[in-house]
């Protein structure tokens, strides 16, 4: 189970730290990732992280604005999101996979529930 939190409402330039804690089995070897679903749009990929915190990637939109990062003893990822912008609006979900960094949302086996993020202007 993946339990997204840290979301809210945030005036634009501001920053949010999104947090996903995993339960009920093993956070081990598994790549985390971030995505986002804003209204009426299509799921799209924001950051990924492997298991050794070796590798990220981010997606142009965020890069330089936004962390990934994890801590495996807590079995918990982040998301760091400064200079936040209202197009970063959207619900953000946490997954996990087991394999190597991919950007495809079908690429990934388990699913948080979301959390809200809003950037007002």
């Known amino acids: 189970q993946l339990v997204e939190s840290g979301g809210g409402l945030v005036q634009a330039g501001g920053s949010l730290r999104l947090s996903c804690a995993a339960s009920g089995g093993t956070f081990g070897g598994y790549v985390m990732g971030w995505f986002r679903q804003a209204p009426g749009k299509e799921r799209e990929f924001v950051a990924a992280i492997s298991w050794s915190t070796i590798s990220t990637f981010y997606a142009d939109s965020v890069k330089g604005r936004f962390t990934i990062s994890r801590d495996n003893a807590k079995n918990t990822v982040y998301l760091q999101m400064n200079s936040l912008k209202p197009e970063d609006t959207a619900v953000y979900y946490c997954?996990?996979?087991?394999?190597?960094?991919?950007?495809?949302?079908?690429?990934?086996?388990?699913w948080g529930q979301g959390t809200q993020v809003t950037v007002s202007s």
């Open positions: 997954a996990m996979r087991d394999g190597g960094l991919r950007v495809g949302a079908t690429m990934y086996d388990y």
